[in-house]
């Protein structure tokens, strides 16, 4: 664990250097919040409520896709990397640290959309909703990590930002994150229970008000865990291999 939090802070540091990377992941959800939460849901409580939900799990997809998928492959062009992992003390303690560093960035990037629920619409939630919201950003993280990963282990940096902008937006829509629950169009509504977003946002419903969560929904939150568990597993090894063939 000692090993695994000094990964943590050289990824924290390294970031920080470069406040803009912070500022990118938060900037899309806090920008939606302003443009479209504000205006059209600020004024009810429900409404705006769930709407900050959506925003919170977008800007979780957002802070995870783009930092382990653009990051992991930044990284891997780096002499440093290939010095890593010839340490003895394995790949575990550097996944580990980049997991715990990414989550600390998760919540961090959060923090303009909460303030603006808050702040700017009648969003309520109780504290013990709060916390329970808390915890779920951390679950609804894993599938968005592992995606990341996926990308960042498979491809060159100028693909990987390539891929992960393209996956994002795509997912965000598809899952319903742009949509008040079991409100969006037709088709959305017919696809998103086979995306991992729309298990993640749904989590998030029911986090902070009275939404029940679909099993199927649930059901193909975890089969994506798994298959992108696999995918990221694949592709670190592949690339494992590549470094020392």
Do not use: C
């Not at 470069?18 to 992941?25: E, K, L, Q, T, V």
């Amino acid at each position: 664990m000692q090993l695994a939090l000094v990964h943590a802070r050289y990824q924290l540091l390294e970031t920080v250097r470069i406040p803009i990377a912070i500022f990118g992941s938060a900037f899309f959800p806090a920008a939606a919040m302003l443009f479209f939460v504000v205006p059209f849901a600020g004024k009810d409580p429900i409404g705006a409520t769930f709407a900050t939900a959506s925003m919170v799990t977008f800007s979780v997809m957002s802070a995870n896709i783009f930092q382990y998928g653009v990051g992991v492959a930044e990284d891997r062009d780096q002499p440093w990397n290939p010095y890593t992992r010839t340490l003895p003390a394995g790949p575990a303690p550097r996944f580990a640290g980049r997991v715990l560093a990414g989550l600390a960035l998760t919540y961090l990037s959060l923090i303009p959309v909460v303030v603006i629920g808050a702040l700017l619409t009648a969003a309520e939630i109780t504290p013990a909703a709060f916390l329970l919201a808390l915890v779920t950003v951390a679950v609804v993280s894993v599938p968005f990590t592992l995606m990341g990963l996926a990308i960042g282990y498979s491809l060159p940096s100028k693909a990987a930002i390539v891929v992960a902008q393209i996956v994002f937006f795509p997912l965000a829509f598809g899952g319903g994150l742009l949509s008040a629950p079991d409100d969006a169009p037709g088709f959305i509504e017919t696809i998103a229970p086979y995306l991992p977003t729309r298990g993640a946002v749904e989590l998030m419903w029911s986090a902070v008000g009275d939404y029940p969560v679909q099993p199927l929904s649930l059901l193909m939150l975890g089969v994506w865990v798994v298959l992108l568990a696999g995918l990221a597993g694949w592709a670190y090894r592949r690339d494992e291999g590549r470094r020392f063939s």
